[in-house]
């Protein structure tokens, strides 16, 4: 049985390794966001499928589908989801958001986090990811924002603000010392749970530096996909499949 798994983030490789450990033909698919990818144990195919159609034919080479895509990435989980109908199993891997910290400030989308990062701070840290990036110039264009990501962005940045290229995990110890330079007074992330990117959260605490928290995108309720939260779920799943 050959399993396909769509991934991009810590859990998909921990699952990766678990099944190749367990002997089970797993290919991991990578959206290809970043030009050096941290690649998973096994087999990899890197790149969009192109839409529904194209995966719907990929499927032709996998019988189980495991999405385990990142809780911000919905437009895989929605192809995934239509192409796997009535065709092929598909789990859903997704780590458990954050619990909401009522110190933060909560906001529905990456334009509301930068109005809402302009109230609260001068000297914003911007922890999203490349692609969201230029949302935040409108409202924080004059701002001294250090802005960390993994690969430099398309985008023109203001004058204004510091780029950090590098890649997690990072202690806490070392969040604070970024956090204490650079003298951020507002850090704003997305809630993508899990422990990999929690030290900039407990961090920004301790400093009493304020949080904009990006709320994850809602997804439609699916009665007849499983979802799970844990890497070993999604391991006793796939054994099942088998
Ligand atoms: P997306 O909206 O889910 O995906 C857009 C398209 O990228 C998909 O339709 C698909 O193209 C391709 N794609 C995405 N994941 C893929 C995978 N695992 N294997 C093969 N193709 C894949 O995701 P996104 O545009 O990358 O990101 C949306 C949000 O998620 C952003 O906020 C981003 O920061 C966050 N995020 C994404 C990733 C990631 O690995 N994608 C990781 C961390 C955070 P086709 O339609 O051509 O198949």
């Known amino acids: 049985m050959r399993v396909l798994l769509l991934g991009g983030t810590s859990e998909a490789r921990e699952l990766a390794a678990a099944l190749v450990a367990a002997g089970v033909d797993v290919t991991s698919s990578l959206a290809g966001r970043v030009a050096q990818p941290r690649l998973p144990v096994g087999p990899v195919r890197i790149g969009g499928f192109g839409g529904v159609d194209g995966l719907r034919a990929a499927l032709a080479d996998f019988e189980v589908v495991v999405d ?5 990435a919905l437009g895989m989980s929605a192809n995934a989801l239509v192409a796997c109908n009535n065709f092929r199993p598909l789990l859903r891997l997704e780590r458990t958001a954050w619990p909401i910290d009522p110190a933060w400030c909560e906001a529905d989308t990456h334009a509301d986090a930068a109005a809402a990062a302009a109230r609260l701070g001068r000297r914003p840290f911007i922890t999203v990811g490349r692609q969201e990036l230029a949302t935040f110039i409108a409202d924080l264009g004059d701002h001294a924002v250090l802005a960390r990501v993994v690969d430099t962005p398309d985008v023109v940045l203001p004058r204004s603000w510091e780029l950090i290229t590098s890649r997690g995990p990072y202690s806490e110890a070392s969040e604070r010392d970024l956090l204490r330079t650079h003298r951020s007074d ?37 009665a007849e996909l499983t979802v799970v939260s844990s890497v070993d779920e999604a391991i006793a799943w796939v054994q099942e499949q088998l």
Do not use: C, D
């Open 68 to 72: 385990a895509t990142h809780p911000f």
């Open 186 to 222: 507002v850090l704003i992330t997305k809630n993508s749970g899990g422990s990999y990117t929690w030290p900039k959260l407990a961090a920004a605490q301790e400093l009493g530096v304020n949080v904009v928290m990006i709320r994850r995108p809602a997804r439609p309720p699916q």
